[in-house]
């Protein structure tokens, strides 16, 4: 069963700044060819998302994200086209946008509760749940004119999250708030994925799309350009639209005595691909070109997450691989087998340097992103070598 369905969804907006038309300035405008009035925010668009599915939507600034969410939530109408919704909605869109700045935080606790369709016998009963996820009971019969961002956002979800909703829509507000309630707020969504709801959100946050999410929608421009399995549609948006090195920052430095001139990234038979199978194996083609002759090059590489964190990293030195000495045009080949990355996207580093550390000789930093696609049941960034034996009861 569905539990939403678009059907050739589309939203125009006005555009600012133009003046109410007359029949001059319209043929005028016509004539000279100029811009439109409006603009469509989404056009075209259509998806089917299953009840009890985790879906995430991604894309650059101002490409529709959010109107989508928006026109789920029946907060704006479409322009043309439709949107079915199958069971109750909670929307975490503006978190607090019904507080009211000179009303207590429990006045506006009922209040909100109101506007997202609550009954008040409901929230009486959840009113110390609500409270207790918020973290606010020192400040709950304060006007909330007086409250940090922070504590306005925890009120707000924690209002949202008590609707017990069969769909919940997200636009960014994990990303506010402290450590701490930025991880309860994600353990609630997995107990609402675990209770089989429907989730549907917005986040530039990749890697808490690729730890969540079953399916990714990438928008671009109002237009649905791609949906599928979340690694390869993430490294699709990474790739497309983000550059080549993706969202980490990437950096490329050296003498360039011996340079990196092409990399292949190519699977177990043998095919150029960015898109691996967790077990199977990668190997990496490094061409290279040295200027004059070098002795005892280093050649390494490392692996990160697209957060930043370090999976792995090594090189010849380390390995005892030494190389005596290089010229010219030559190629490294560096095989990782198996690939015990699990899931997700992840970059690659490649670097060649002097035995001594004292040149860089070139060195790409992030600079190769690679998606990986779990092909088991288990948990994490990488699967580690472990064993479960029985020694016996005690009794």
């Known amino acids: 069963m569905n539990a939403i369905e678009a059907i050739d969804l589309g939203k125009r907006y006005g555009l600012k700044g133009h003046v109410a038309p007359t029949l001059f300035g319209t043929i005028t405008r016509r004539l000279k060819r100029e811009k439109s009035e409006y603009f469509w925010a989404l056009r075209g668009v259509n998806f089917k998302i299953q009840k009890g599915k985790t879906v995430g939507v991604i894309g650059p600034n101002g490409s529709g994200k959010s109107s989508m969410l928006g026109l789920t939530a029946g907060t704006i109408a479409p322009t043309e086209g439709q949107i079915k919704t199958h069971g109750r909605i909670a929307s975490l869109l503006e978190l607090g946008a019904g507080f009211h700045p000179d009303l207590t935080g429990r006045e506006n606790v009922f209040l909100n509760a109101a506007i997202l369709g609550i009954p008040r016998e409901d929230i009486q009963r959840r009113f110390d749940a609500i409270v207790d996820f918020a973290g ?88 649905l350009v791609s949906q599928g399995d979340a690694p390869e549609t993430i490294l699709t948006y990474i790739k497309s639209y983000m550059g080549e090195g993706g969202y980490l920052y990437t950096q490329e430095f050296g003498s360039k005595e011996v340079e990196i001139t092409d990399v292949q990234l190519r699977d177990d038979q043998g095919n150029e691909t960015s898109s691996f199978l967790s077990g199977t194996s990668m190997t990496i083609k490094i061409t290279y070109h040295a200027h004059k002759q070098i002795e005892k090059p280093v050649f390494g590489f490392s692996l990160k997450t697209g957060n930043g964190f370090y999976v792995f990293g090594t090189n010849t030195q380390i390995m005892k691989k030494p190389i005596d000495v290089i010229e010219g045009q030559g190629i490294m080949e560096l095989k990782i087998s198996p690939l015990t990355l699990l899931h997700g996207n992840f970059f690659l580093s490649l670097s060649i340097h002097s035995w001594d550390h004292t040149i860089q000789y070139h060195r790409r930093e992030d600079w190769y992103p690679f998606a990986v696609k779990n092909t088991s049941q288990h948990l994490g960034v990488f699967q580690m070598n472990c064993d479960w034996k029985q020694k016996g009861q005690i009794f």
């Open 136 to 223: 606010l009971y020192d400040f709950i019969d304060m006007p909330v004119k007086h409250y940090s961002s922070g504590m306005y956002v925890r009120l707000g979800f924690a209002v949202a999250v008590e609707v017990d909703p069969d769909i919940m829509l997200i636009d960014e507000v994990l990303s506010v708030g402290d450590i701490a309630f930025q991880l309860k707020c994600l353990d609630r969504i997995r107990q609402f994925q675990r209770k089989g709801k429907t989730l549907l959100f917005v986040s530039h946050a990749l890697q808490t799309i690729e730890e969540f999410c079953d399916e990714v929608f990438l928008i671009h421009k109002g237009q």
